[in-house]
């Protein structure tokens, strides 16, 4: 069975960092992109970065670029967001969603249950 | 980008109707790279629909996406309770991934 759990998120003031994680079991982590999407309360989906299976692709929206780095560790089958200088409108809950495929470009077939991220002071 | 208008916002029908929920691209969507996306409340997303008409393991068969280019649809052939929720398209053809706004499908 494919499990995704995120973790990592909680309070932070603006400017300030933080790192989430996302543990993923079940499958051959090894074989498939993997992406964070992000949805601020009552509002609808925002993709947020994307990484191949082997890393060699990277994306990021426009709005979190130069701020966020997506990374992965195939030994600890896991996948991470560090998020700097971070602003309140980053605000919402942070999904790690597992690709179809080895390549960015694919649609997500499992989703992790979220961890939630507030920036305020 | 590739913007993803969902039309309507909004559908209040009674379960055992027919929905129809359109997805409009601001331009062509690459191998008709398109899916769909069931959320109810306080759970994440769920994939339904995947290359535009494609269903997803253990996706009912009520359940139907079609289109190609710029026009796409996702088809509910009889609400049943569990189907009222929101609905996400989201077009993977190029970067960036793009969602549309959603349409929440509500019990009339």
């Known amino acids: 069975e494919v499990q995704l759990v995120e973790s990592g998120g909680g309070l932070v003031q603006p400017g300030r960092s933080l790192r989430l994680s996302c543990a993923a079991s079940?499958?051959?982590?090894?074989?498939?992109?993997m992406h964070w999407v992000r949805q601020a309360p009552g509002k609808g989906l925002e993709w947020v970065s994307t990484?191949?299976?082997?890393?060699?692709?990277?994306g990021y929206a426009d709005s979190v670029k130069g701020r966020f780095t997506i990374s992965r560790d195939t030994a600890k089958n896991s996948l991470y967001l560090q998020m700097n200088s971070l602003r309140p409108e980053d605000t919402a809950l942070y999904y790690c969603?597992?690709?179809?495929?080895?390549?960015?470009?694919?649609?997500?077939?499992?989703w992790g249950q979220g961890t939630l991220v507030t920036v305020s002071s | 980008e590739i913007v993803l208008t969902q039309s309507p916002g909004t559908l209040s029908l009674s379960p055992g109707e027919r929905a129809t929920l359109s997805c409009r691209a601001s331009q062509s969507v690459s191998s008709s790279y398109l899916a769909w996306y069931q959320q109810k409340p306080g759970q994440a997303p769920r994939l339904l629909i995947y290359?535009?008409?494609s269903r997803a393991t253990g996706v009912p068969d009520r359940f139907s996406g079609s289109g190609s280019g710029t026009d796409f649809t996702l088809s509910i052939s009889r609400l049943e309770p569990e189907d009222f929720a929101v609905y996400y398209c989201q077009q993977y053809g190029s970067s960036p991934l793009t969602f549309g706004g959603g349409t929440k499908v509500e019990i009339k």
């Open positions: 969603a597992k690709g179809n495929t080895y390549s960015s470009s694919s649609h997500f077939d499992y």
């Open positions: 290359v535009a008409s």
């Open positions: 079940g499958f051959t982590f090894d074989d498939y992109a």
């Open positions: 990484i191949s299976w082997n890393s060699g692709s990277i």
